[in-house]
């Protein structure tokens, strides 16, 4: 069995062996959406192939949709070269039951795949052409929380933005500046309507989004590179507009497990890739099959019905308030929890995490005790639902393979939002009392520790990517284990740094508790150990 266009042509046997195939008529799809594309999505990974373009799907296979989505890629481009282009745009998606069982479906949506460089000259202009037609109504975005920034933990501009800034959009390097010259390609074409909507598992998105595109338009405005009428056409929400959205959905690296299953099933070419950016990737995609997308409905062009797919439409304050309750409480901060001391601990497994009392117990302590009390229910979604399952029925999966590793990644990126948010809602809060706040500053605490790049049982531990972890390594340095005295005043700088943490935690009164703490966990050996049964109650 292979997965290409002739292949999954062959039904019965891809039937014969459960795996839904596609209901709509595949060669029409690549033709209307080559002639009038409707939606591009940046950001080709695995949430994007897991999740969204499964979305598209679903309106296709009822009839809803004639066209499908381009995707493009502006950081990893073997993941085009490896996992788009050799299977035709087709993937094969994996959910992971938690009874172990496997549901299996062939993603066909996606028309084209694109690499979002300048310097693959048939695949920009292609991009040009597109963003130029009248019909494009979505532009959507999976690309992490850094792949809006501008500035670095400094706050000074990155060396990629400030040359975008200086040359203009002819040679863009950056995603934002990338993003900002195909958005002038389609004012030059029309000043066409269009919707910019980040999908990204980060905190206000769309105003992250359209933030950074406007500082880097209004340097090229400032520089005489661009009139100030695409200032203007970028600032029209009538013409552009940048929806918050919140999603979740875990889509793990590929599974050797499923890997197996799939190869004994008589499919070909299934080998798992890690490319130079360190993405795993294969030509399936598994996932856990609960899944969530609330979008606020700001679509200046006209969408599809997504909402026929499963997704929520609704207004900013709605979306707001159900990102808070996800990225703030009842998941984001406990994986980060669960990543940070999993990787101490030696865990490879988020679910054998969950097997672990102590940290099952911290989980529950930050989402139920600490979190809960400062959520505003979304009314479309209830939290203590949200968080029964994360916790009870997501994280123990044992199928989903999941790893700290994999969730400690851009950690820096992540904790202003997953734990600052409710530190600073404490600090304003009449009533609640910041200082009695003891998990979240122990996770803190622990983030601090794990810096240090030394197991719980002393051993070197290999740190996952982080765009700012050189330099929060210098601040461990010269730390270390077993040996309190030389704790010093390293962590001072670290912990007053609200790029970092969305607030100067001695400001806020944890830093002093974060260094006590951090303090235990360097005592010696077992000490990240002892001090979570100590602490967790």
């Known amino acids: 069995m292979k997965l290409n266009k002739n292949g999954i042509k062959d039904y019965s046997a891809w039937e014969a062996n459960q795996v839904e195939v596609p209901k709509f008529d595949y060669d029409e799809m690549l033709k209307k959406t080559n002639e009038e594309p409707r939606w591009i999505h940046f950001g080709a990974g695995n949430i994007f192939r897991g999740f969204i373009a499964g979305l598209q799907q679903n309106l296709l296979n009822s009839g809803k949709a004639d066209s499908g989505i381009i995707v493009a890629e502006t950081f990893d481009y073997e993941i085009i070269d490896k996992v788009y282009k050799p299977f035709d745009n087709l993937s094969l998606l994996v959910h992971l039951n938690p009874d172990g069982s496997l549901?299996?479906?062939?993603?066909?949506?996606?028309?084209?795949?694109?690499?979002?460089?300048?310097?693959?000259?048939?695949?920009?202009?292609?991009?040009?052409?597109?963003?130029?037609?009248?019909?494009?109504?979505?532009?959507s975005f999976t690309v992490t929380e850094k792949?809006?920034?501008?500035?670095?933990?400094?706050?000074?501009?990155?060396?990629?933005?400030?040359?975008?800034?200086?040359?203009?959009?002819?040679?863009?390097?950056?995603?934002?500046?990338?993003?900002?010259?195909?958005?002038?390609?389609?004012?030059?074409?029309?000043?066409?309507?269009?919707?910019?909507?980040?999908?990204?598992?980060?905190?206000?998105?769309?105003?992250?989004?359209?933030?950074?595109?406007?500082?880097?338009?209004?340097?090229?405005?400032?520089?005489?590179?661009?009139?100030?009428?695409?200032?203007?056409?970028?600032?029209?929400?009538?013409?552009?507009?940048?929806?918050?959205?919140?999603?979740?959905?875990?889509?793990?690296?590929?599974?050797?497990?499923?890997?197996?299953?799939?190869?004994?099933?008589?499919?070909e070419n299934t080998e798992i890739i890690r490319t130079s950016r360190n993405t795993y990737i294969s030509q399936f995609v598994n996932a856990e099959k609960p899944q969530y997308l609330v979008i606020e409905d700001q679509f200046p062009n006209g969408r599809m019905p997504l909402e026929d797919a499963g997704v929520y439409f609704t207004d900013k304050s709605t979306v707001e308030n159900v990102e808070r309750m996800k990225v703030t409480t009842c998941l984001n901060p406990l994986h980060t929890a669960l990543a940070v001391f999993g990787c101490l601990l030696g865990y490879t497994l988020i679910a054998d995490e969950m097997k672990n009392p102590q940290l099952r117990k911290l989980v529950e302590n930050i989402g139920y005790k600490e979190g809960m009390p400062v959520v505003i229910n979304p009314g479309i979604i209830e939290p203590q639902d949200f968080i029964d399952e994360v916790i009870n029925q997501r994280f123990p999966n044992?199928?989903?393979?999941?790893?700290?590793?994999?969730?400690?990644?851009?950690?820096?990126?992540?904790?202003?939002?997953?734990?600052?948010?409710?530190?600073?809602?404490?600090?304003?809060?009449?009533?609640?009392?910041?200082?009695?706040?003891?998990?979240?500053?122990?996770?803190?605490?622990?983030?601090?520790?794990?810096?240090?790049?030394?197991?719980?049982?002393?051993?070197?531990?290999?740190?996952?990517?982080?765009?700012?972890?050189?330099?929060?390594?210098?601040?461990?340095?010269?730390?270390?284990?077993?040996?309190?005295?030389?704790?010093?005043?390293?962590?001072?700088?670290?912990?007053?740094?609200?790029?970092?943490?969305?607030?100067?935690?001695?400001?806020?009164?944890?830093?002093?508790?974060?260094?006590?703490?951090?303090?235990?966990?360097?005592?010696?050996?077992?000490?990240?150990?002892?001090v979570l049964e100590k602490y967790v109650k």
């Open 103 to 139: 549901e299996k479906k062939i993603i066909a949506s996606v028309s084209e795949s694109l690499a979002g460089d300048t310097a693959r000259t048939e695949d920009w202009e292609r991009l040009q052409v597109i963003f130029r037609k009248p019909s494009l109504q979505i532009v």
């Open 147 to 267: 792949g809006y920034s501008l500035t670095g933990m400094t706050n000074d501009f990155l060396p990629d933005v400030v040359y975008d800034m200086e040359h203009g959009f002819k040679e863009p390097k950056s995603l934002i500046a990338k993003t900002a010259s195909l958005l002038y390609s389609r004012f030059l074409a029309g000043a066409f309507p269009v919707a910019m909507v980040s999908m990204d598992n980060c905190s206000h998105n769309g105003d992250l989004l359209k933030k950074s595109i406007q500082t880097l338009i209004q340097k090229w405005v400032e520089n005489g590179i661009v009139d100030k009428e695409f200032f203007e056409y970028i600032n029209d929400s009538s013409k552009v507009s940048f929806p918050c959205s919140m999603i979740d959905k875990i889509t793990p690296r590929p599974s050797e497990t499923v890997n197996k299953a799939l190869v004994e099933m008589g499919l």
């Open 398 to 530: 044992p199928y989903i393979p999941d790893t700290p590793q994999r969730i400690a990644c851009d950690t820096s990126q992540k904790i202003p939002v997953r734990f600052g948010e409710t530190i600073k809602t404490y600090v304003s809060h009449p009533t609640y009392d910041v200082k009695s706040l003891t998990y979240i500053p122990l996770v803190i605490a622990g983030w601090c520790r794990y810096l240090m790049g030394i197991d719980d049982n002393g051993n070197a531990m290999e740190l996952s990517p982080d765009p700012m972890l050189e330099q929060l390594k210098v601040h461990l340095q010269g730390i270390e284990l077993g040996k309190a005295e030389t704790f010093g005043e390293h962590l001072k700088p670290l912990l007053s740094n609200d790029k970092i943490f969305g607030v100067n935690l001695y400001s806020a009164g944890l830093g002093e508790k974060i260094e006590g703490y951090f303090k235990e966990l360097i005592a010696g050996k077992d000490a990240v150990k002892n």
